[in-house]
Nanobody, 119 residues
Framework: QVQLVESGGGLVQPGGSLRLSCVISGGTFSAYDMGWYRQAPGSGREFVAAGNWSGGSITYYADSAKDRFTISKDNAKNTVYLHMNSLKPEGAAIYYC???????????WGRGTQVTVSS
């Protein structure tokens, strides 16, 4: 059974940075593309970033994340990261990690980590 566990969320001031982590267990890490999504109160879950590392490094970002967020992967730690810089109040949400059998089509989800952006 594949399990994903996110961590690294918390309270940050506008303009600040956070690094979210997602550890995958119970599966072959290299078999999956990995993604990050977020859900704010009263809103649906939206795509933030995704990556395919099967033949190099291909990454995709939502317009709201481009130039500020970076998705990366550490195979030795079975971990995918989301580095978030210049955070804005509208970035406050629960952030979810996904493992995708096909890029952009999540097969497994973590339980999420809360990010609060407030002064």
């Amino acid at each position: 059974q594949v399990q994903l566990v996110e961590s690294g969320g918390g309270l940050v001031q506008p303009g600040g940075s956070l690094r979210l982590s997602c550890v995958i267990s119970g599966g072959t890490f290299s078999a999956y593309d990995m993604g990050w999504y977020r859900q704010a109160p009263g809103s649906g879950r939206e795509f933030v970033a995704a990556g395919n590392w099967s033949g190099g490094s291909i990454t995709y970002y939502a317009d709201s994340a481009k130039d500020r967020f970076t998705i990366s992967k550490d195979n030795a730690k079975n971990t995918v990261y989301l580095h978030m810089n210049s955070l804005k109040p509208e970035g406050a949400a629960i952030y979810y990690c996904s493992a995708d059998s096909t890029l952009g089509s999540p097969s497994y989800w973590g339980r999420g980590t809360q990010v609060t952006v407030s002064s």
